[in-house]
């Protein structure tokens, strides 16, 4: 079966950096998905890899490992405002999105 | 850009109402959309997806006759929940993509929440 792992809760102080790691097994590989989901409200896009290594995006930063069915996103200088979910997708060879459950990001002050 | 807009943002109607649920696409065309539902503290699980001109894929477990999807034109897909009950009362959420391959990101609309009395 097809199976995206991920943390279910994370707790982070205000201004330090944390990693989301995400791991996945799944019938084919054609590119893995961050997303950011406020308690809510509608997930939001922030970064897509396709190839190995560190996409950098402002304070986020997306990392994939293909041959390890890994990937993390990693927050830098945490903000209040960052707390929320974020979802992990891969999309398999079928093109068809597969969802993690997310994990919940809490940050304190 | 990539802004999808989805109407009404919230409904609460009474058991067997039908309800229709709009989403749009602004600034680009959504060859692809994708109908989600999420239940509280749950994660996304996709009902079905749509290539415009095309039926609408749905995914297994998901009544075809209960939610109608209409993907007439490049910009806009609807979801209908016939004859809505209790049980039908979610979070849904569309997504669009500019491309049917998939190698666009998802971008969704900001949600439907819908209560059934």
């Known amino acids: 079966g097809q199976n995206i792992d991920q943390p279910t809760e994370m707790t982070a102080t205000e201004g330090a950096i944390v990693q989301i790691n995400c791991t996945y097994q799944?019938?084919?590989?054609?590119?893995l998905f961050w997303y950011q989901q406020h308690a809510g409200e509608a997930p939001t896009f922030l970064s897509y890899n396709v190839l190995d290594g560190l996409e950098e995006k402002g304070r986020f930063s997306s990392f994939l490992s293909r041959s390890k069915g890994y990937s993390y996103l990693l927050l830098k200088e945490l903000q209040m405002k960052d707390s929320a979910s974020y979802l992990c997708?891969?999309?398999?060879?079928?093109?068809?999105?597969?969802w993690g459950a997310g994990t919940k990001l809490i940050i304190k002050p | 850009g990539a802004v999808v807009s989805q109407h009404p943002s919230w409904v609460i109607c009474k058991s067997g109402t039908s309800v229709k649920i709009e989403c749009r696409s602004l600034d680009f065309q959504a060859t692809t959309m994708f109908w989600y539902r999420q239940f509280p503290k749950q994660s996304l699980m996709l009902m079905a997806t749509s290539n415009e001109g095309s039926k609408a894929t749905y995914e297994q477990g998901v009544e075809k006759d209960k939610f109608l999807i209409n993907h007439a034109s490049l910009t806009l897909s609807t979801l209908t929940v016939t004859s809505a009950h209790p049980e039908d009362s979610s979070f849904y959420i569309c997504?669009?993509?500019?491309?049917?391959?998939?190698?666009?990101?998802?971008?969704f609309g900001d949600g439907t929440r819908l209560s059934i009395l």
């Open positions: 799944t019938s084919g590989f054609n590119g």
């Open positions: 997708a891969v999309r398999d060879s079928n093109y068809q999105l597969i």
């Open positions: 997504s669009a993509s500019s491309d049917r391959a998939g190698n666009q990101p998802q971008h």
